[in-house]
């Protein structure tokens, strides 16, 4: 499965984003999704995954209530709605697959594939 990610951009503080993550070359079913982000000089940072199969989710606490994370089954994506952006949600947004158990869901080790990533940037 190929999966490429869109919808990045340079938003104002308080704005939103609705990032994209398409996968083709397969079906998502049976994976978790996962949304991680790269700030320069950073670890990589989980952020949201979903269960594509059941839509169970998760996110770090440093999103919630800002972010959802969605799918269309049917068009074998998942998104990710951006709201309420802060400078601090700057970075590369990567999402990328597992079958990973969910309690290891946050852990970017246990990913195996991976998009290109798209670049967030939020001014204050």
């Known amino acids: 499965v190929q999966l490429q990610a869109s919808g990045g951009g340079l938003v104002q503080a308080g704005g939103s984003l609705r990032l994209s993550c398409a996968a083709s070359?397969?079906?998502?079913?049976?994976?978790?999704l996962g949304w991680f982000r790269q700030a320069p000089g950073m670890e990589r940072e989980f952020v949201s995954a979903?269960?594509?199969?059941?839509?169970?989710?998760r996110y770090a606490d440093s999103v919630k209530g800002r972010f959802a994370i969605s799918k269309d089954t049917a068009k074998n994506t998942v998104f990710l709605q951006m709201n309420n952006l802060k400078p601090e949600d700057t970075a590369i947004y990567y999402c990328?697959?597992?079958?990973?158990?969910?309690?290891?869901?946050?852990?970017?080790?246990?990913?195996?594939?991976w998009g290109q990533g798209t670049q967030v940037t939020v001014s204050s």
């Open positions: 990328a697959t597992t079958r990973i158990v969910w309690s290891e869901i946050a852990n970017h080790k246990q990913y195996h594939n």
């Open positions: 070359g397969g079906s998502l079913s049976g994976y978790r």
């Open positions: 979903i269960m594509f199969s059941g839509g169970t989710t």
